[in-house]
């Protein structure tokens, strides 16, 4: 089946310590997105990359690092500089099709990451 | 800041009832998409609607946009159990990109009481 997977599902940090979320999709999306999630809040974005080998800065993108190696595969890098990482963390895929514009992103189940 | 408003924040009704969530924005939009997320998952995207459109239909969701009033509402009909959820409006800027950034509102928390 076609999707996004995320891992792992729970991760900890220790203070100091950098920490990488990965995300996957095999639905052959040129566009894909980090978005971070607060208790009862909505989404708001981190990064999102649009090409391999490109990206760009989202709303909240310090103590965040982001590559796009590969069209499968975007990582998110949680480093030290993040001093408040604890959040639900949700990638995000959509394609690129010019055709039929303002395609819905499809999201994985998240990595929930807390501090130690 | 494009972030709009959802309401209510949450919302309980029985099962068999409708359920109205209404999202409001500030600044002009290319589309408007809502999306479910049941608890510790991701969204799941339910229905876009486009800036020339005034009401869009899915199965029991129904969508209507008003940009005169730069507003959006969610109808969700005969609901059921397996309709609680958190639903929320996200919004493509005016000119942003075919693949472009999604604003989401806050969202609202909807429980359907069998």
């Known amino acids: 089946d076609g999707g996004i997977t995320q891992s792992p599902k729970y991760l900890f940090r220790k203070e100091g310590q950098n920490v990488t979320l990965s995300c996957e999709q095999n639905?052959?999306?040129?566009?894909m997105y980090w978005y971070r999630q607060d208790p009862g809040q909505g989404l708001r974005l981190i990064y999102y990359?649009?090409?391999?080998?490109?990206?760009q800065k989202g709303d909240i993108a310090e103590g965040y690092s982001v590559s796009r190696e590969k069209k499968e595969s975007f990582p998110l890098t949680v480093t030290s500089a993040q001093k408040n990482p604890t959040a639900f963390y949700l990638c995000?895929?959509?394609?690129?099709?010019?055709?039929?514009?303002?395609?819905?992103?499809?999201f994985g189940d998240g990595t929930r990451l807390s501090i130690l | 800041s494009q972030q709009g408003e959802e309401d209510p924040q949450a919302l309980s009704i029985q099962e068999g009832e409708n359920a109205t969530m209404n999202c409001s924005y500030k600044t002009s939009i290319n589309n408007l998409q809502w999306y479910r997320q049941n608890s510790g998952r991701g969204l799941v995207h339910l229905i876009l609607i486009r800036s020339n459109e005034r009401e869009k239909h899915s199965g029991r969701l129904r969508v209507t946009l008003d940009t005169s009033k730069k507003s959006s509402s969610l109808l969700i009909t005969a609901s059921r159990a397996a309709d609680t959820a958190s639903y929320f409006c996200?919004?493509?800027?005016?000119?942003?990109?075919?693949?472009?950034?999604?604003?989401f509102g806050q969202g609202t928390i909807l429980t359907v009481h069998p």
């Open positions: 639905l052959n999306h040129d566009a």
């Open positions: 990359s649009q090409i391999v080998n490109d990206f």
């Open positions: 996200a919004k493509t800027h005016a000119g942003g990109t075919s693949y472009g950034k999604l604003t």
């Open positions: 995000a895929s959509s394609s690129r099709d010019r055709g039929r514009p303002f395609q819905p992103q499809h």
